[in-house]
């Protein structure tokens, strides 16, 4: 009741956002900026929050989501003069690094896995087996480069050199932005750029995160004993469990799982 009493004081209050899970532009739970585009416009303009919280579980995915993502929670922190933290569970690797460096600050556990400044691109050549099952591959193109690594075709070195530099665009993009976000804060004699990963303490060594610390106590500490958590996140269905989505889901929870195992998760 006490809040709409003009000259008592609210208790503060942090918007903690959950970004848990693969970034793609598609499947069940997955992170995309469509997704999540109501709930960060909530978190930020719902009231006056002392801060945003990101809570980031996220192995990567899409790098245009993770973009755009990242923009929004960006501009909203600067339209609104609203501070935003990371705080980082189990990995913040790739796509989930940039989210998370989307933040002002960032920490983590000691044992949290940070970092996969890196692209990557995979798919699979099937050309010999079909060869070897006598099915003929056809093909037909307007533009030479449109069936572009096409797994059923042999390899084309021009084709592969191509992907390459899609890849270093992509790269470059990552590199930017991490670099901007954590200015002053990266070794100028390491190249931190090469996709590998690292725990908390070297983490921190590096300047990709500012401290170990977990939510509640820090923000207890920074805010005050009565600071109140409202939470944000995708919400899904109750009935998305059932009938043919049930499949669709199947496989995402097989790509996530997946995803977060190249971590020893």
């Given at each position: 009741?006490?809040?709409?009493?003009?000259?008592?004081?609210?208790?503060?209050?942090?918007?903690?956002?959950?970004?848990?899970?693969?970034?793609?532009?598609?499947?069940?739970?997955?992170?995309?900026?469509?997704?999540?585009?109501?709930?960060?416009?909530?978190?930020?303009?719902?009231?006056?929050?002392?801060?945003?919280?990101?809570?980031?579980?996220?192995?990567?995915?899409?790098?245009?989501?993770?973009?755009?993502?990242?923009?929004?929670?960006?501009?909203?922190?600067?339209?609104?003069?609203?501070?935003v933290i990371a705080f980082v569970e189990d990995v913040a690797a790739s796509g989930g690094y940039w989210l998370a460096?989307?933040?002002?600050?960032?920490?983590?556990?000691?044992?949290?896995?940070?970092?996969?400044?890196?692209?990557?691109?995979?798919?699979?050549?099937?050309?010999?087996?079909?060869?070897?099952?006598?099915?003929?591959r056809r093909v037909y193109t307007a533009g030479k480069s449109k069936s572009m690594l096409d797994p059923f075709r042999?390899?084309?070195?021009?084709?592969?050199?191509?992907?390459?530099?899609?890849?270093?665009?992509?790269?470059?993009?990552?590199?930017?932005?991490?670099?901007?976000?954590?200015?002053?804060?990266?070794?100028?004699?390491?190249?931190?750029?090469?996709?590998?990963?690292?725990?908390?303490?070297?983490?921190?060594?590096?300047?990709?995160?500012?401290?170990?610390?977990?939510?509640?106590?820090?923000?207890?500490?920074?805010?005050?004993?009565?600071?109140?958590?409202?939470?944000?996140?995708?919400?899904?269905?109750?009935?998305?469990?059932?009938?043919?989505?049930?499949?669709?889901?199947?496989?995402?929870?097989?790509?996530?799982?997946?995803?977060?195992?190249?971590?020893?998760l």
């Open positions: 009741m006490k809040r709409w009493i003009p000259f008592l004081k609210s208790d503060p209050v942090v918007a903690v956002i959950r970004l848990s899970g693969v970034i793609s532009a598609s499947g069940r739970g997955a992170l995309n900026d469509t997704s999540l585009a109501p709930v960060v416009e909530k978190a930020f303009s719902r009231g006056k929050p002392s801060a945003v919280v990101l809570e980031v579980n996220s192995p990567g995915g899409s790098p245009v989501q993770s973009s755009l993502i990242g923009a929004r929670i960006r501009r909203l922190a600067e339209e609104k003069e609203i501070p460096a989307a933040a002002d600050e960032i920490y983590a556990d000691d044992s949290s896995v940070v970092g996969s400044i890196g692209v990557i691109s995979a798919s699979f050549g099937a050309h010999e087996l079909l060869a070897r099952q006598g099915i003929e042999p390899e084309n070195p021009e084709d592969v050199e191509r992907l390459k530099g899609l890849l270093e665009d992509i790269h470059t993009n990552f590199k930017d932005h991490v670099s901007a976000r954590r200015k002053g804060k990266l070794p100028e004699d390491r190249d931190l750029f090469t996709g590998e990963v690292w725990l908390g303490r070297r983490a921190i060594e590096l300047g990709l995160i500012d401290g170990i610390g977990h939510l509640k106590p820090m923000m207890q500490d920074r805010f005050g004993e009565k600071v109140k958590f409202r939470r944000y996140g995708v919400r899904k269905p109750f009935l998305s469990r059932f009938g043919a989505r049930m499949v669709g889901d199947a496989l995402h929870g097989l790509e996530e799982r997946s995803a977060f195992a190249q971590f020893g």
